[in-house]
């Protein structure tokens, strides 16, 4: 049963435009979501997070929005970057466990 | 601050033999979680500790097993190894549970 899912197994963009990844999840109890970027040989890096208790939360060029009625987030980067080409994560967690769980990713390639 | 490291970066074993992989937290941090990564699975959670005791458990058999250390650094181990266990094995540490988890660079088990 995936609690989180990201449908994208991977996306292409053009260098400069902006890049949208979406994750899905099931479970109403969910209220932490969390984006985490992936290198190849290196452990998941921390991008952004935001909280049930808003819709939107912004940190540079990364801009993560929150639909808690259809059980859906999204992050925009822009502009997108090559640099920014890597499997990205989108995890979910509630109070009350404590435990994350994570979506497959997306891999995004920023072509220049 | 030093991140989060583990040991061995690499291991190559075989069916039945046992391995214990090693993780040391950010300093300060509390919170230790294990995760594996499979191509095409993300991330599945294993389990995380907490001030010495597992807080949460994953859905992975009782092969598998962890503890933590009064200095927060964890050990996770892996009995009996089975050809699916390879994959590549993330420890992440927070400062308190359900915080946002800071990833080790992972040790990739092979067994044959």
């Known amino acids: 049963d995936q609690q989180v899912k990201q449908n994208s197994p991977s996306l292409s963009v053009q260098e400069g435009r902006i890049s949208i990844l979406n994750c899905d999840y099931t479970?109403?109890?969910?209220?932490?979501f969390l984006w985490y970027k992936k290198y190849p040989a290196e452990g998941p890096t921390f991008l952004i997070s935001?909280?049930?208790?808003?819709d939107k939360n912004e940190d540079g060029r990364f801009t993560v929005f929150l639909n808690k009625s259809a059980k859906h987030l999204s992050l925009h980067i822009v502009p997108s970057q090559p640099g920014d080409s890597a499997v990205y994560f989108c995890?979910?967690?509630?109070?009350?466990?404590?435990?994350?769980?994570f979506g497959t990713g997306t891999r995004l390639k920023v072509l220049a | 601050k030093a991140g989060v490291t583990q040991t061995p970066r690499y291991l190559i074993k075989t069916r039945g033999q046992q391995v214990t992989l090693s993780c040391s937290p950010i300093?300060?941090?509390?919170?230790v979680s294990w995760y594996q990564q499979t191509p095409g699975q993300g991330l599945q959670f294993l389990f995380e500790?907490?001030?010495?005791?597992?807080?949460n458990k994953g859905n992975f058999p009782g092969r598998f097993s962890g503890r933590q250390f009064s200095n927060s650094r964890s050990e996770m181990n892996v009995s009996t190894l089975e050809l699916g266990d390879s994959a590549l094995y993330l420890c992440?540490?927070?400062?308190?549970?359900?915080?946002?988890?800071?990833f080790g660079a992972g040790t990739r088990l092979s067994v044959l």
């Open positions: 992440a540490s927070s400062p308190e549970q359900g915080g946002i988890q800071y």
């Open positions: 479970n109403s109890m969910f209220d932490y």
């Open positions: 935001i909280s049930s208790i808003k």
């Open positions: 995890a979910a967690s509630d109070s009350g466990t404590y435990k994350y769980i």
């Open positions: 300093s300060g941090h509390r919170s």
């Open positions: 500790y907490f001030s010495e005791t597992q807080r």
